[in-house]
Every structure is written in C-alpha cells, then in structure tokens.
C-alpha cells in the first residue's frame, strides 16, 4: 500500500522560509505524479505546486508564483516544496498527493495517495 508522509512544518515569521518534505513509500515513484496542496482554517483546499508528469511542466497557484519551488529527489523517492517569503494568509495545513495519472492544481479529484499533512504557521 503506498504512503506518503509530510513533514517541515513549523510556526515561522512571515518573511521567512520553510521547505516541506514528503516522502513517498509503497509505490514506484517514477511513475508517479506528485502535487503539494494546502488547506487554511475554513477555507476549501487549494493547489500550491505541481509537476504534471505528461507535459513536465511545473505549476504553482498564483498566490505562491515567485515564492515557491517543487522539487523531487527520485533516488530517495522525495518531494520537496520550497516557500520562501511566507505570509499569514500561507498558513495552513500543506498536504501532498500522488498519482498514477497525472496531477493538477485541483484538490478535488481522486488522487491516489494523499498524505496526513504537515501544520505552516505564518506569525505577523
């Protein structure tokens, strides 16, 4: 059964940075697309970052352009996502997700595997 497990998570002033870890278990992860989403208090989820594995390309919400960067290191089956220059309103609970398909900015749809979550506190 595949898993993936976030961690990095913190309580940070804004201004600074955090990277997100998700490691990916039970699966193979080459053949994979992973995607990073996130969750506020109230709010509906929403899509940070992610790399479609049938164009390539990356994608990241407009609220994260510039200040966000998914990476993966596939020898260790790791996702990793960069946020730098964090705001209060990035507080959330950040989650990534995998599938066999292909990922989107859309949190909605079934994917895979979803991961328990890792808690980004932005402090002003």
């Known amino acids: 059964e595949g898993q993936l497990v976030e961690s990095g998570g913190g309580l940070v002033q804004a201004g600074g940075s955090l990277r997100l870890s998700c490691a990916a278990s039970?699966?193979?992860?080459?053949?994979?697309?992973i995607g990073w989403f996130r969750q506020a208090p109230g709010k509906e989820p929403e899509g940070v970052s992610c790399?479609?594995?049938?164009?390539?390309?990356?994608y990241s919400a407009d609220s994260v352009k510039g200040r966000s960067t998914i990476s993966s290191d596939n020898a260790n089956n790791m996702v990793y996502l960069q946020m730098n220059n964090l705001k209060p309103e990035d507080t959330a609970v950040y989650y990534c997700?995998?599938?066999?398909?292909?990922?989107?900015?859309?949190?909605?749809?079934?994917?895979?595997?979803w991961g328990q979550g890792t808690q980004v506190t932005v402090s002003s």
């Open positions: 790399v479609s594995s049938s164009s390539g390309r990356t």
């Open positions: 039970g699966f193979t992860f080459d053949d994979y697309a």
């Open positions: 997700a995998a599938d066999s398909d292909d990922i989107f900015l859309t949190p909605e749809l079934p994917y895979d595997y």
